[in-house]
Structure formats: C-alpha cells, structure tokens
C-alpha cells in the first residue's frame, strides 16, 4: 500500500475506512471509545515510517564494526556507575529473577543508551501506519491491539506511550505484547510504567529473561583461542558439547571459567571469519538471541556486561577484514554459490545458516579455510570460479570424535 501512501487523498480516504473497521473490532475486544479516540483520533498515516520499514541494510556490518559504536569506553563506565548508583534494586532483581545485574545494564545501554533514547514516536500512531500499510500487517495489527490494551487498563496514557517507529517502547524496548505477557510491577504502585520507573523496568527485563531460560550465573559468551590445526567447521552455532570438552581439544579461555561451567553446553562461534575473533557461546547467549535475532547483538550484550564488571576488552582479531558486502553483492553470492552447485537457497542478501553451509562446502572444494564467513574476498574468489557442472557438494563435518551432536 506504498502507493497509496505517496497519494495524501486517496490513503487518507482509505486509512479512515480501515481505521473505522478497527474501531469496530478493537471496541468488540473490550477496549473503550474513549480509549481508541485517545490513541487513534487525530492519526494519518506516516509515509516516513513506512519508508523505515522498507529501508534494507546498505551493508552488512563486520562484527568488529558493530562492537566499536556499541560497547565503547564511554558506555562501560556509564554503566559502572549507574550499576553502584542502583546497587540495591538490581540486587534486589537478581535476588528474584536470578538475572545479575551486569546482564540487565548491557541491555539497558543496547536499547537506550541507558534511557537516554528511548524513542519519540506516538506508538499507536506508529502502529497503525504499518498495520495499514500491508507489509506484515498482521503482525503490527496485533501490536497496535495490544498497545491499545494497556492504554486501557490504565498504565500509560495515549499521549505518554511513545517510543521507537517499530512500535518498541520504554528503557528496555519492549514491544507491547511482550509487555502485557512479560511486564511486572516493580515498585508495587498498581501500574507498570516502563518509561518511567526503573523498578517496573528491571523487572521486567529480568523477569522476561527468567521466562525465557536464563541460566542464573552462566556465562553468555566468553573470548578464546583456537589451536593452530583447529577444524573450522566445528565452529558453528547448533554444534554443542561440554565446555570441558572443548578446553580438552586446546580451545583456551582468555578467562578462566568458572567450575560450574565446564559441564555446560558451549559452541565455538567466528562472528568474523577465521581471522577475527573466537567465542564458546552458552545457552544464555539462546536467550538474548530471542531477544534480538543478532549474533552481533548478542555477542555486544555478553561483551559489555562483563567490561561493565571489570572484564577484559576483546584480546584478538584485529587482523581480520573490516570491510563487508553489501546487502546487494550478498545476493549475488548466494546466486554465485547456486550456479556453482553449492545450494545457498533463495538469494536474500543476508547469510543465514543455508548460506553459511553453503560457503563452508565452497570453501572446502578450493582448500580455503571452512569458516562460513561472507567476505568480499570470498565473493571476488567465486567470481573468478569458471562455471560448468554442478560441484559435488562436499560434507560438513558435524562432529568431533563422536561428541559434538546438532542442538
């Protein structure tokens, strides 16, 4: 419905009646004509929203990349502060959700930069325009639904529910259905006020990682090094062994683990390919991916909520290429992989696990290092593959000595 957003006549002459369809709906589910006229009665459709949504990453950004702009030094000390400045009520939400408060600022300084941005988008407003607009209108239907919900039971008013164009609101950018399913009341007013109070908050957030699995003092992810003849295609994701297990095999911590570490699950990830840095991930580092579908952004929450308690800075990887493919030669290499017979799937632009299975064989076929890491270096060396028959596609290993099984 782009185009009817481009016409100012025509889209406001069919948002009134889509908008009038959801009144009926919204006043069938229980929410009052007060209520919807509050959050929805001077709304028009916003194109600039629309044009957000639409807008597809330019670039993929390296890992290394990512990390600088997020978990700078600013930004550790920031949280080393504000973590004594709330001692009492982050130990107080530990104590309950069993979440430590390092985890809980790493995400507040993500989201908000500790508060700071939050957003200033009108949420029903928001919601609305990408509901009517037909691009997962589903989805944000049923946000916008919710928002409304919680106007109605009287947490926030209309005017105060504000935050970014996606709809997430609050320190920790809940989105509203994980706010009714997950939000708590933390300082016990009768409200939950996730704008403005930083109990209700914390609470929250932990009590949504606590739901979700959090593992009480686990680690998310920690830093190692890799034996000189390590097999990069144990370095995967879904490939879990004991982390004993892996410290048998040479992988070495930067930091010693913890005791009752070593009999949990762990892989070895290479968000940067063979020459950039190396993590053992954990089951923690699962729930924050449910919170953010990101091994970037998980491995920035795993960083900076250890800087934040005095852990070290990345020690490796600098070595690595910082440049990356665009979102437009990444399709080009998934189209590249399939014409040589190595099947990456329907070209998207974004290298999800069937594209990294893809690249690992390709890599293996001309002796490179299996890392499954899209690289422009990667994609000038298919470039440069002559096309023919299809190339036998090689086996991924999927295990070591036996131990190491899909998840």
């Known amino acids: 419905m782009m185009a009817g957003l481009a016409n100012t006549a025509q889209a406001?002459?069919?948002?009134?009646?889509?908008?009038?369809?959801?009144?009926?709906?919204?006043?069938?589910?229980?929410?009052?004509?007060?209520?919807f006229h509050a959050a929805l009665g001077n709304v028009s459709p916003d194109a600039n929203i629309v044009a957000q949504d639409r807008n597809q990453p330019e670039f993929v950004q390296p890992f290394l990349s990512y990390l600088s702009k997020r978990v700078t030094d600013n930004r550790v000390n920031n949280g080393q502060a504000l973590r004594q400045r709330h001692q009492a009520l982050l130990d107080d939400v530990e104590l309950v959700y069993g979440v430590p408060s390092s985890v809980l600022l790493a995400f507040w300084g993500l989201e908000t930069n500790y508060g700071q941005f939050m957003g200033s988008h009108a949420i029903p407003a928001a919601l609305a325009t990408l509901a009517y607009d037909g691009r997962r209108h589903q989805f944000?239907?049923?946000?916008?639904?919710?928002?409304?919900?919680?106007?109605?039971?009287?947490?926030?008013q209309a005017s105060g529910m504000r935050g970014s164009w996606a709809g997430a609101m609050g320190h920790m950018q809940f989105i509203p259905s994980t706010f009714l399913r997950y939000a708590v009341d933390g300082d016990q007013?009768?409200?939950?006020?996730?704008?403005?109070?930083?109990?209700?908050?914390?609470?929250?957030?932990?009590?949504?990682?606590?739901?979700?699995?959090?593992?009480?003092?686990?680690?998310?992810?920690?830093?190692?090094?890799?034996?000189?003849?390590?097999?990069?295609?144990?370095?995967?994701?879904?490939?879990?062994?004991?982390?004993?297990?892996?410290?048998?095999?040479?992988?070495?911590?930067?930091?010693?683990?913890?005791?009752?570490?070593?009999?949990?699950?762990?892989?070895?990830?290479?968000?940067?390919?063979?020459?950039?840095?190396?993590?053992?991930?954990?089951?923690?580092?699962?729930?924050?991916?449910?919170?953010?579908?990101?091994?970037?952004?998980?491995?920035?929450?795993?960083?900076?909520?250890?800087?934040?308690?005095?852990g070290p800075d990345l020690m490796h990887g600098d070595e690595s290429a910082h440049d990356a493919l665009s979102h437009e030669a990444l399709k080009q290499l998934q189209q590249q992989l399939n014409l040589l017979g190595f099947e990456a799937g329907e070209p998207d632009g974004f290298p999800g696990p069937q594209t990294q299975a893809a690249i690992r064989r390709y890599q293996l076929s001309v002796g490179l290092s299996a890392d499954g890491?899209?690289?422009?270096?990667?994609?000038?060396?298919?470039?440069?593959?002559?096309?023919?028959?299809?190339?036998?596609?090689?086996?991924?290993?999927?295990?070591?000595?036996?131990?190491?099984?899909?998840?």
Do not use: C
């Not at 239907?141 to 926030?156: N, Y």
């Not at 911590?253 to 954990?282: W, Y």
């Not at 929450?301 to 250890?306: D, K």
């Open 140 to 156: 944000f239907r049923s946000q916008l639904l919710d928002a409304l919900r919680i106007i109605e039971q009287g947490h926030i």
């Open 373 to 407: 890491y899209a690289s422009p270096a990667l994609l000038s060396s298919m470039l440069a593959q002559p096309l023919q028959a299809p190339v036998q596609q090689m086996p991924i290993n999927s295990s070591a000595s036996g131990k190491i099984a899909p998840r």
């Open 189 to 310: 007013d009768g409200y939950i006020d996730v704008w403005n109070s930083l109990p209700d908050a914390f609470h929250s957030a932990a009590n949504y990682l606590s739901q979700m699995g959090w593992q009480g003092t686990q680690p998310t992810a920690v830093e190692v090094w890799l034996p000189e003849q390590f097999d990069w295609q144990q370095a995967a994701l879904h490939l879990r062994q004991p982390a004993r297990n892996w410290l048998a095999m040479g992988v070495l911590p930067v930091e010693t683990l913890r005791q009752d570490s070593l009999d949990a699950p762990a892989a070895v990830i290479l968000p940067q390919g063979a020459k950039g840095p190396a993590f053992l991930v954990f089951d923690n580092f699962d729930i924050v991916m449910r919170w953010n579908r990101s091994v970037n952004y998980a491995l920035s929450v795993a960083l900076l909520s250890e800087r934040i308690i005095g």
């Open 12 to 35: 406001q002459t069919g948002f009134a009646a889509w908008l009038d369809e959801l009144r009926i709906e919204a006043l069938a589910k229980g929410i009052s004509a007060a209520t």
